[in-house]
């Protein structure tokens, strides 16, 4: 065998700590069946290879009913230098591409709730590819903001949900609809949030539309929404922009759950809230003007309210509550919009590792700026 492969095999143990043992084994193997396809050859064969020397043998061998070895005589073709050279050229290219794929599997298991970044390589509707410059990232289809348009060449952050072993190399599997993605981002923004003085205790999403997030302090000088809107809603525009224009509300949250239920109902203003325990719901009163508000577009906002808060929200305007209205307001609209569920999907199943304890569903309340858009008319 050419000394030139020798140093190849010692050079990959090296850089790549694939043990030329290993590569000798499968180096063998793959001769053994080379052998086997030239003419004349026997049924069953061993290969031997002297590193030191670079020298290939072949015994060919006859085995008894048993399977043991009854005789065996040295078969070396003629040509098997040849051979031996373009096998140990591609053993080698694949035992590099086997080491390169457990390199990369290595660096990413266990990164599960780790925020990336990476370039569009390919877009299609079912999925995208991302570039991460050492290995790449799959995003399906389900795991990206609706609507939002992907090209080759963009630049996008991303959420590792996954990351598995397949037998063509890992699997990254990134999201950008998570909504532990949104907390990624508000993390890089606020450092309050990774020293632990001000943790999210809640995010309630619908990628691409709107999310509602629910902070905590635990410093009594430290105003949680502020720290996260940040001086002129700064802060909370860099994680806007990221999600190409998704609203992001920040509230505060609330141990007395009739607080935290209005903080989540926010922009709009709450007159009263009553709490059944048993049932895990509540009735909600709003100024006649503020119904459609509480309500939000198509519910949204009494939709996010209940995810996080984990109640079951009944929103009624102070006209309906009284009787005095000529009809029930709720006719006007449907069903699941004012009796809007609680989350089905508890926060603490988050998989994003944070300082503070689990992620749960919660409420959030507006920034003033989607306050002002909200009342008129979002």
């Not at 990628?207 to 502020?226: C, F, L, Q, Y």
Request: charged fraction near 30%; glycine fraction near 8%.
């Amino acid at each position: 065998m050419d000394f030139a492969v020798m140093e190849a095999l010692e050079l990959l143990e090296q850089e790549r700590g694939v043990p030329v043992e290993t590569i000798l084994d499968a180096l063998a193997n793959a001769l053994v069946s080379a052998y086997k396809r030239s003419p004349g050859a026997a049924e069953e064969a061993r290969v031997v290879i002297d590193p030191n020397a670079g020298d290939i043998t072949v015994y060919a061998q006859e085995l008894n009913e048993d399977g043991d070895v009854i005789d065996e005589w040295e078969d070396t073709p003629d040509d098997f230098g040849r051979i031996a050279a373009q096998t140990a050229k591609q053993v080698i290219a694949q035992r590099l591409r086997d080491a390169k794929r457990e390199q990369v599997f290595d660096l990413y298991e266990g990164r599960e709730g780790d925020l990336i970044t990476g370039i569009v390589q390919q877009v299609d509707h079912r999925y995208a590819i991302l570039d991460l410059g050492d290995a790449e990232a799959l995003m399906p289809g389900s795991e990206r903001i609706p609507y939002e348009r992907l090209e080759r060449g963009n630049r996008v952050k991303g959420l590792i949900i996954e990351v598995r072993g397949e037998t063509k190399g890992p699997q990254i599997v990134v999201s950008r609809s998570h909504p532990d993605f949104i907390r990624k981002l508000l993390n890089l923004e606020v450092p309050e949030l990774l020293d632990g003085t001000v943790e999210i205790r809640a995010i309630a999403r619908e990628p691409g539309h709107r999310t509602k997030i629910a902070v905590a302090s635990n410093d009594p000088n430290v105003d949680p929404k502020g720290a996260c809107v940040g001086a002129r809603g700064t802060r909370v525009r860099q994680v806007v922009n990221e999600l190409r224009g998704e609203k992001v509300d920040v509230v505060q949250w609330r141990e007395d759950p009739a607080q935290f239920i209005a903080e989540a109902l926010g922009p709009a203003k709450v007159q009263e809230v009553r709490i059944d325990e048993k049932d895990k719901s509540a009735i909600v009163i709003v100024s006649d003007h503020q119904l459609s508000l509480a309500i939000g577009r198509e519910g949204q906002n009494a939709r996010l309210a209940a995810k996080l808060t984990g109640y079951r929200i009944d929103i009624r305007s102070q006209t309906d509550d009284a009787g005095g209205g000529a009809e029930d307001t709720r006719a006007h609209v449907p069903d699941k919009i004012v009796h809007a569920p609680a989350s089905e999907e508890p926060a603490s199943e988050s998989i994003a590792k944070e300082p503070g304890g689990p992620v749960e569903e919660a409420p959030a309340a507006s920034t003033e700026t989607d306050a002002t858009e909200d009342e008129a008319g979002n």
